[in-house]
Each structure stands twice: as structure tokens, then as C-alpha cells.
């Protein structure tokens, strides 16, 4: 090609079938480029100025036989020349051999230009529209987008992802609330920057992100959409957690930016504080979180209102249809995702097609995967039909339900529709029984809508399944998560039957967690040898806490060789937690020498647990100094229990000012747990003036959990006001536990009405101790038959795990139903 001087134009060579794809793509790189200075009639330092780089990389970039520009050069020429920066970005990545800067592959993902909204989970919102003179497939339209507060927010995080430094924010909202599309707002000013975006899905969301976190290169969006399902994995999430934490802390391996989304349940669940001495299984979820949350909110202020109405002036369809059903409650996201005509589709659904529904709502609540097989689904529906409904069912009564919950509602959703797992690719490879993936359903499988899943998790969290949905689970699914989950499930309602045959099948499809609970059954009813054998069939499926009982038999038995050799297995398994587990156990039986040993080996592979029990030691020997640098080298590592420890330390060697300190500092970065652990040590210690001064810095932190502390300090105090208005001040941030505490009050002023109410109304929103709160006062009312009444409806809601007579320790459902409840909640008779 000749520019309008009658030479050649630069970077225009000849292109011809000989060249690799390569060379070619750089000369057509090359010749774009040429053709846009010329067009624009700028000189090359010109154009290195409007480029914002140098004239020699300008150079470089348009002559020929100089190396590939690279992508951050591409990019910044194409801003310039106001050229379509996608396609020279994808000119350079074939120029460059699919490398990225400096000759290596590039990390997972792709530009985030190349990616659809709606293929990165953003709800789609109205019907596909195409031009009336194409015969193209119509595209999905986004919907205008309105700003928020919580947008704000992650801008600030974009901007610093831009400069550098490297972030992480969670969206925190429920169903369709808007949390995918804030996220895929906020990248935009990212896509013109040359940067990447990964979203891990194939095979399983954890899997890819297992597998692939530790190739993410700088400049990339990890997308973690429904983030409980990477970090809440049962086999995988708390490695999940920590492989982002390291992403995020390691310098050279950023700038990246992780955006989550999660519901609130969820959320509680991850960073919920156990109790002292229970399990864990959450802890590097919960520091990943702590912090980085931003709620959204479930409904459009005024001034969003306002700005959704000016974009529907401006000719927003969507919008304009949005606001004419939701304009009173600012729910718009809701109903662009399509959530009210789930809910209408629900509660206007054919009886057969209503009991699919909520069968698949039961099954989604009590831990059954995403993926419904249509058989189970099929069976388990019969129990909830009518005796009427169920005899005017014809031949063709799934087929015809299936059809009808298909349809799509507004927002191209379906109430229930039919989906395809991805099939698992992985290259050929020896496999264990541990590695595995468990077996798919046979036939067809669906997935429930998020919007009827999330309802029914709330309307129905009351109510236990038929009999016909466990018949249905005990013969149709396999995967071994779901069958334990349902055992666990059963168990809690005291469906003690079905929690026997569920278990046993769970132990059959390969259940770690099936199998140790049966090895335990049979070590408490003394089969040792039962015992050992279970536990070796649940430590070859990948249970490194079977390895690890296994280790402890040994050690009980004098053969120490046995355990280590053991619990270096469990190790090399999970890492280090095993040995820490190890050397507590040496460390408890005197053996101080083992413990540092095993302590040492497990801080070497990166345990932060190792180097708190090795300051531990430390301090027990007399070496304060030594205590203290090793817990804050692992406080450095991101361990804020460190930080609690130092307090606690401090505060008893007489530095309380040194301790409050500490605790103030940690609080300051989101940690509030060190003013939380001070504050209760000083309430041992019957300091109550120190404990509140504590509990209130935590609140005006805006740790409002720490109001109920306060609430309780003032009750000892004889203030019942005052802690009666901070139980409510609590219970209006949305802690129902204050409920209860309030209830307490009224009940111990005779207010058994009020304190009735108030229970009532904590378990209606989900506190499972509730009904056991109501079932007592009942109980020392002489109401035996209202307390037996709700000690039913506990068990039927899930929570009978603290249930014990008013007067006694005795677990009341096991005194009045030994063998358990059938699922209508009628005594189950004797079976062996």
C-alpha cells in the first residue's frame, strides 16, 4: 500500500501463505499501525507524546524487522491513533507466539475485551435483540447502568489494581442484587490498560482454581463469581483461600485484582468465630475475608431511583419496565434478573410442577449439589402432592412438569431448567482412589433457579422433607458429598432411620466423611479392629483426619515410629496442620524435644500454627523476648490469632498499655478479634471496666456483635435498661441472638408473653437455640405437652444438637423418641 507520498507505507510488507502465522500477524500488526499515523498525519514524536511513551519504542513498534511491540506498547498506540484496541491486542498475541512480555505464556484468562457479560454470570435482563435489517442471532442488551455507594467503593480498588498494588474486594449481597455486574462495571477501565480476566469453571470452579491460581500472571482479574463455591469447597476451599491470599501478598506477582461475590448466608457461615476448642474448617476463608467485605444493598435508594428514571427518559426499555413494577420497593435488580416472575411462576405452578420445585429446594438447602438428577427429582415430588393431586397424575406427569418449570421467565431464567456438567479433562495420568472424581448422575440433571433456591432456603428452612424425597436420595444419588450431607441433614432432625442408610451409602459411594464417622461408631462399641479397618478404607479415599486418627491409635499403642510414619503421610496429603496436630499431642504428653522437632518441620513448610506453638514453648521456658518474635513472624505471615496471643501476653506481664495497644492496632486492620480476646480476658478476670472500655472500641470499629458484650456487662452491672436498649440496638444490625438475650429479660421479669414473642421472632429468622429457648420456659411452666410440641418443630427445622431437658443434662429427643421420627414427624417404631 503507498501513503499519499507515493512511498510504502511502514510495516506494510508483503503477506503471503509461506509465512508463519506469527510473522504474518506482526506484519498485518505493523501495517494497521501505519496506516493509523498516517491517517491521523502525525510525525512519530508526536505520536510518542500523544502516546504517552517514548519515541524510540514508537520506532520500534513501526519498524520492520524490530521486535514484536509489546502489549502495553499496542495498546497505548491504539488509544492514540484511535484504533479497535481488541484486534491489535490479538494481532500482538499472534505476533508474539501466544507469549506474553518477557517470552513467557501467558497466565490463564483472556482481554478483557473478548469477554461477554452474561459468560461471566452477569444476569441477563430482558429478551435478545437484533438489528430489523440482520439476519445475525440477537444479542443480549445490558440494561443502563445506575452507580451506587458500593460502586464507589470498588473503583477506588480498580484505581489502585491500576497503580500497582493489588486488591481483593467480596460483594456481599443476596440473589440478584447486582454484585456480577458491579464487578464486570468496575474492569471496564481495566480492558483498555491491556489487561487480563480469568474466570476459573472448567471442570469444577475449584478444580480450575486449584489447579491454575498459581499461573495467574500480573495484571489479571481473578473472577470468583459465587465465590462459596471456591472458597466453601469442601475438599478444596481452605486451599483455595490461602493460594489468593499468597497471590495478593507476593510483590512480584502483581498487580492482580480479585473480585468475589457472595450471598450473606454464606459470608456468616465463612467468617463465623467457632468456639473455643471446636473445629475450623474455615479459617484461612475467614482472614481472606476479613475486611475486603462490601455489602450491597437489596434495593435502589432515591437518588438511584432517580438516575434509573433518567436513563428510562433516555429511552432504557428495560429500565422503563423495571421501574413500572418496582418503583415502590427499588428492587430493580431483582426484577431485571427475573426474581418476581420466578416467585409468580413458583406460586402459580401446576401441582406436579410445585412439588419438583420444592423438592429441588429442599434437596439445594439441605446440601444436595447444583446439578438435580431428573430421577431423583421425579421420585422424591410424589410426597408433596395431595392425596387429590396425586390421583389425577397421568402417565406423562414429569414429562409435562419438566416442560412447564423449562419455560424462561422475564430475564431469559427458567424456574427449573435442564443443564450439562462439563465433562472432566484432565491429561492421562496414574490415579489414586483420593484423585478420583466422584461419578456423575446417570440421565438428565437440572439446576434450580438462584432466586426460587435462595426463597426456599428461607420459607421452608421449617419444614423436614417427605419420605418420599429420602427414598428418592437413598436410591437415585451417588455423589458422596450429597448422600453425607443428607445424613448430616437427617441426623439433625432426628430422622435417625434414614440418617443410618444414608451414612452407609455415603461410606459405599467413597464418603471420607461417612467412613470416619462410622470407624468412630465402631471404636466407641469397642471393634478396634472394625475401627482401624474403616479408617484405613477413608484414609485411601483422600481423609487425612483418618490418617491422622490412625496416627494417634499408634501413639496410644507405644508405637511412636508407626504414628510419625503416619502423620507425615497425612502431611504430605495437606501440609503441615498434620504435623502441628502431632506435636501438640508431644507436646501435651511432656515430650517438649518431639514437639519443637515436629513444630519446626511444619513452620519450614509455611505453617504460621507452627510458629505460635513454637512461641508457646518459648514462653513456657522462661524466653518472653523469643515468644514474642515468633508470634509476630507469624503475624507478619498473616496470622491474626498471632496477634491476640501477644496481647494476651503483654497483658500478662502487667503491660496492659502495651497490650490495648496491640489490640487497637490489629482492630485498625480489620482484626478484631485480639479486642475481642482481651476484652474477655479481662471479664475473667472481673475487670469489668477494662472489658467495656474493649467492647466499646470493637463497636465504634463497627463490630456491632461486640454490643451484645456490652449488653451482657451492663445486665451484671444491675443496668437492665441499658442493656436491654444495647440488646436492641444489636438485634437492629441484625443479630438475633439479642432476641433471645431479650427474651431473657422479659422471661425473668415475668413477661412469659413478651419473652415468647421475642423467641418467636429469632426463629423465624433462622436462630436455631430458639425453639429450645421456648420448649424450656414452656417445660418449667408445666407445659410438658406445648414444650414436647416444640421440640418437634426444633427437630423438623434441623436443631436438635443442644436440645437437653429443662431439669436434667438428658437429650430430650432421644428420652421421648428413642428410634427417631419417621419424615411426617410420627415416632419411627423399633428397627435394628
Not at 218 to 244: C, F, M, S
Not at 306 to 316: E, F, I, P, S
Not at 355 to 360: F, I, P, V
Request: aromatic share 6%; proline share 6%; hydrophobic share 40%.
Amino acid at each position: 500500500m503507498m501513503n499519499t507520498d507515493g512511498h510504502q507505507a511502514l510495516g506494510d510488507g508483503p503477506v503471503n501463505d509461506e509465512q508463519q502465522p506469527s510473522a504474518q500477524a506482526l506484519v498485518l500488526l505493523r501495517r494497521q499501525l501505519a496506516e493509523g499515523v498516517a491517517a491521523a498525519r502525525l510525525s512519530k514524536t508526536q505520536l510518542a507524546a500523544k502516546a504517552d511513551v517514548s519515541r524510540t519504542t514508537v520506532y520500534e513498534a513501526l519498524r520492520d524487522g524490530g521486535p514484536v511491540p509489546t502489549l502495553e506498547t499496542v495498546t497505548a498506540l491504539a488509544r492514540a491513533l484511535k484504533l479497535p484496541a481488541q484486534e491489535l491486542q490479538a494481532l500482538q498475541r499472534d505476533a508474539a507466539g501466544g507469549e506474553g512480555e518477557g517470552g513467557e505464556r501467558p497466565g490463564p484468562g483472556r482481554p478483557i475485551g473478548e469477554w461477554e457479560p452474561h459468560d461471566l454470570e452477569v444476569h441477563p435482563a430482558g429478551p435478545r435483540t437484533a438489528a430489523p435489517d440482520s439476519s445475525a442471532l440477537p444479542a443480549r442488551v445490558l440494561p443502563g447502568y445506575v452507580p451506587r455507594d458500593h460502586d464507589r467503593q470498588l473503583e477506588k480498588a480498580v484505581r489502585d489494581a491500576a497503580e500497582g498494588r493489588s486488591r481483593i474486594v467480596v460483594l456481599v449481597g443476596t440473589s440478584s442484587t447486582g454484585k456480577t455486574r458491579a464487578c464486570w462495571e468496575a474492569v471496564q477501565p481495566l480492558a483498555d490498560r491491556g489487561w487480563r480476566l480469568w474466570h476459573p469453571f472448567d471442570p469444577t470452579r475449584a478444580e480450575a482454581a486449584l489447579q491454575d491460581l498459581h499461573h495467574v500472571q500480573p495484571r489479571t482479574v481473578v473472577w470468583l463469581n459465587e465465590a462459596q463455591h471456591y472458597i466453601g469447597n469442601r475438599a478444596a476451599g481452605e486451599q483455595i483461600a490461602a493460594a489468593v491470599h499468597h497471590l495478593l501478598v507476593t510483590p512480584e506477582r502483581g498487580p492482580v485484582l480479585v473480585l468475589a461475590t457472595l450471598w450473606p448466608e454464606y459470608a456468616h457461615q465463612y467468617m463465623t468465630v467457632p468456639a473455643p476448642g471446636g473445629e475450623d474448617p474455615h479459617s484461612r476463608a475467614r482472614e481472606l475475608l476479613s475486611g475486603r467485605t462490601l455489602s450491597i444493598p437489596d434495593s435502589f435508594d432515591a437518588p438511584a431511583l432517580t438516575a434509573a428514571a433518567a436513563l428510562a427518559d433516555k429511552g432504557d426499555r428495560l429500565l422503563a419496565d423495571a421501574l413500572t413494577r418496582a418503583h415502590t420497593n427499588g428492587q430493580i435488580t431483582q426484577d431485571l434478573a427475573g426474581a418476581p416472575e420466578l416467585l409468580t411462576r413458583y406460586q402459580q405452578a401446576s401441582p406436579a410442577a410445585r412439588a419438583l420445585l420444592e423438592a429441588a429446594m429442599d434437596a439445594r438447602r439441605l446440601g444436595v449439589g447444583l446439578h438435580l438428577p431428573q430421577a431423583f427429582l421425579t421420585d422424591a415430588a410424589t410426597d408433596y402432592l395431595s392425596q387429590t393431586d396425586y390421583d389425577q397424575l397421568t402417565d406423562n406427569w414429569a414429562e409435562a412438569a419438566f416442560a412447564e418449570l423449562a419455560e424462561p421467565v422475564h430475564g431469559k431464567q427458567a424456574p427449573l431448567r435442564r443443564t450439562t456438567p462439563r465433562p472432566l479433562r484432565r491429561p492421562p495420568a496414574p490415579s489414586t482412589a483420593a484423585g478420583l472424581p466422584a461419578p456423575g448422575p446417570a440421565g438428565p440433571v437440572f439446576r434450580l433457579a438462584d432466586y426460587l433456591e435462595e426463597h426456599g432456603a428461607t420459607t421452608r428452612r421449617q419444614l423436614c422433607p417427605p419420605a418420599s424425597f429420602w427414598y428418592a436420595a437413598h436410591t437415585h444419588l451417588t455423589h458422596p458429598d450429597d448422600l453425607f450431607n443428607l445424613t448430616v441433614a437427617a441426623k439433625d432432625r432426628h430422622r435417625l432411620q434414614w440418617a443410618h442408610h444414608l451414612q452407609h451409602r455415603a461410606a459405599d459411594h467413597g464418603s471420607t466423611d461417612a467412613l470416619f464417622r462410622l470407624a468412630k461408631i465402631r471404636e466407641q462399641d469397642g471393634d478396634r479392629e472394625g475401627a482401624e479397618a474403616l479408617y484405613r478404607r477413608a484414609a485411601d479415599h483422600g481423609s487425612t483426619d483418618a490418617l491422622f486418627r490412625l496416627a494417634e491409635i499408634r501413639e496410644q499403642d507405644g508405637d511412636r515410629e508407626g504414628a510419625e510414619a503416619l502423620a507425615g503421610q497425612a502431611a504430605d496429603h495437606v501440609g503441615p496442620s498434620v504435623l502441628v496436630s502431632v506435636a501438640k499431642i508431644r507436646e501435651e504428653a511432656g515430650d517438649r524435644e518431639a514437639a519443637e522437632a515436629l513444630y519446626r518441620q511444619a513452620a519450614d513448610h509455611g505453617s504460621t500454627r507452627a510458629l505460635r506453638g513454637l512461641a508457646g514453648l518459648r514462653w513456657i521456658a522462661g524466653d518472653w523476648e523469643g515468644a514474642e518474635a515468633l508470634y509476630l513472624q507469624a503475624a507478619d505471615h498473616g496470622d491474626t490469632f498471632a496477634l491476640l496471643q501477644i496481647a494476651l501476653r503483654r497483658e500478662q506481664a502487667g503491660n496492659r498499655e502495651g497490650a490495648e495497644a496491640l489490640a487497637r492496632q490489629a482492630a485498625n486492620h480489620g482484626v478484631f478479634k485480639a479486642l475481642f480476646g482481651l476484652a474477655l480476658w479481662r471479664r475473667f478476670a472481673r475487670d469489668w471496666e477494662g472489658a467495656e472500655t474493649l467492647y466499646r472500641q470493637a463497636a465504634d470499629h463497627g463490630h456491632t456483635s461486640a454490643l451484645i458484650n456490652l449488653a451482657e456487662l451492663r445486665e451484671i452491672a444491675g443496668d437492665r435498661q441499658g442493656a436491654e436498649a444495647l440488646y436492641r440496638q444489636a438485634a437492629d444490625h441484625g443479630h438475633t441472638s439479642a432476641l433471645i438475650n431479650l427474651a431473657e429479660l422479659r422471661e425473668s421479669a415475668g413477661d412469659r408473653q413478651g419473652a415468647e414473642a421475642l423467641a418467636r421472632q429469632a426463629a423465624d429468622h433462622g436462630h436455631t437455640d430458639a425453639l429450645e429457648h421456648l420448649a424450656v420456659w414452656r417445660e418449667r411452666n408445666g407445659d410438658r405437652a406445648g414444650a414436647e410440641a416444640l421440640y418437634r418443630q426444633a427437630a423438623d427445622r434441623g436443631s436438635t444438637q443442644h436440645v437437653h431437658w429443662a431439669n436434667n443434662d438428658s437429650h430430650v429427643l432421644e428420652t421421648l423418641w428413642p428410634f427417631g421420627l419417621d419424615p411426617d414427624g410420627t415416632p419411627t417404631p423399633r428397627w435394628h
